[in-house]
């Protein structure tokens, strides 16, 4: 059974619009969860991280995070081609050291 | 600053060569890591080390050896690797409490990777 669970997309947004990227995660145990975008031939860059219960902002992205439902997603507002990227879901558990990465899904912003 | 570097970018090896892949990180990170991605893969992790020591190997074939000679380095010395090996090979760097209980909400920041074939 996959740890951290996302649809690998790819998922198509025209420009202007909000994407949404969604991941699941099977240890309730889990403390910390994070979004990094990774272009392709690039190294993960951190866009979000979130810990509590509820929504997070930051410019045009925001993740929410729901414990009970073990659901992590990011919104990204007024999408832009350079959005397009894969989005990695991250989640920490079980020892805090190790961090599990889901398979990423694959944005594509359509100008 | 959060700016972790490795090198080489990109490094071209046979199977009988031993050579190294470098990390550098001068944010005071007491942890750092190797991961493995292959392509339309996630990071797989390799090795961590916390405060110099390593802290978790993810049970890696022994022809990749790490080590942490100080805080701000990781090295990767890499020997008879095999074709199957070609992969981005990734450094990152978090913050790590001694006493363990930072809640695990540190960050990881990656490195540019180092784009390995083996031939």
């Known amino acids: 059974q996959k740890e951290v669970e996302q649809n690998s997309g790819p998922l198509s947004v025209p420009e202007g619009a909000i994407a949404s990227l969604n991941c699941t995660y099977s240890?309730?145990?889990?403390?910390?969860f994070f979004w990094y975008r990774q272009y392709s031939g690039k190294s993960p860059e951190l866009i979000m991280s979130?810990?509590?219960?509820g929504d997070k902002e930051d410019g045009r992205f925001t993740a929410q995070l729901n414990k009970a439902s073990q659901y992590v997603s990011l919104l990204i507002r007024d999408s832009q081609p350079s959005d397009s990227a894969t989005y990695l879901c991250a989640v920490r558990s079980g020892g805090y050291q190790k961090v599990t990465f889901g398979i990423g899904t694959k944005l594509q912003v359509i100008p | 600053d959060t700016e972790v570097t490795q090198t080489p970018k990109h490094l071209v090896m046979g199977m009988t060569n031993k050579k190294s892949l470098k990390c550098e990180q001068h944010m005071g990170h007491r942890a750092m890591y190797w991961y493995k991605q292959k392509a339309k893969k996630p990071p797989e992790l390799m090795f961590v080390?916390?405060?110099?020591?390593?802290?978790i190997n993810e049970s890696v074939p022994s022809r990749f050896s790490p080590e942490c000679p100080n805080s701000s380095l990781l090295n990767l010395h890499l020997h008879a690797l095999q074709p199957e090996d070609s992969a981005l090979y990734l450094c990152a760097s978090s913050q790590e409490p001694r006493t363990g209980t930072g809640g695990g909400r540190e960050t990881q920041y990656f490195g540019p990777g180092t784009r390995l074939l083996v031939l």
């Open positions: 979130i810990y509590s219960n």
């Open positions: 240890d309730r145990g889990s403390q910390s």
């Open positions: 080390y916390s405060y110099e020591k390593l802290s």
